[in-house]
């Protein structure tokens, strides 16, 4: 039971930062009409296949990873978040240099929960 309810929070934390970071992207979070439209913005909803009913984006995938990257890239603040994801080198009390961002965040749901606590800070 306590892990059923570990990942019932996992996934709803999952889908809440998915939404935000599409909101954020300027796109809508579809929500269905009961039909096979999204109630806010109209667009036919579809299945992505048929065993997969989602309609938004998900950035636990390779594929949600590529979009978010590839949009990150495009604001004026990703300088400053990729900053974030540098490791600074201090040789004798002094800055030498950063070493390049952690290769751990080259994970989907590692980058996605990192710009979204970016985004909504």
Not at 43 to 61: D, G, M, Q, R, W
Not at 66 to 85: A, D, M, N, P, T
Request: aromatic residues 16%.
């Amino acid at each position: 039971m306590e892990k059923q309810n570990a990942n019932s929070r996992q996934l709803d934390f999952i889908v809440r930062r998915d939404r935000h970071l599409t909101e954020a992207m300027g796109e809508c979070w579809h929500e269905s009409n009961g039909r096979l439209n999204c109630k806010k913005c109209e667009s036919f909803l579809y299945a992505k296949s048929p065993n997969h009913i989602s309609y938004n984006n998900e950035f636990s995938t390779w594929e949600g990873f590529g979009k978010l990257w590839r949009w990150g890239q495009q604001q004026e603040w990703w300088e400053e978040f990729v900053g974030c994801l540098l490791e600074p080198v201090i040789d004798k009390g002094t800055l030498t240099h950063y070493r390049k961002f952690d290769l751990d965040f080259i994970d989907p749901d590692k980058f996605a929960d990192a710009l979204y606590e970016f985004v909504d800070a």
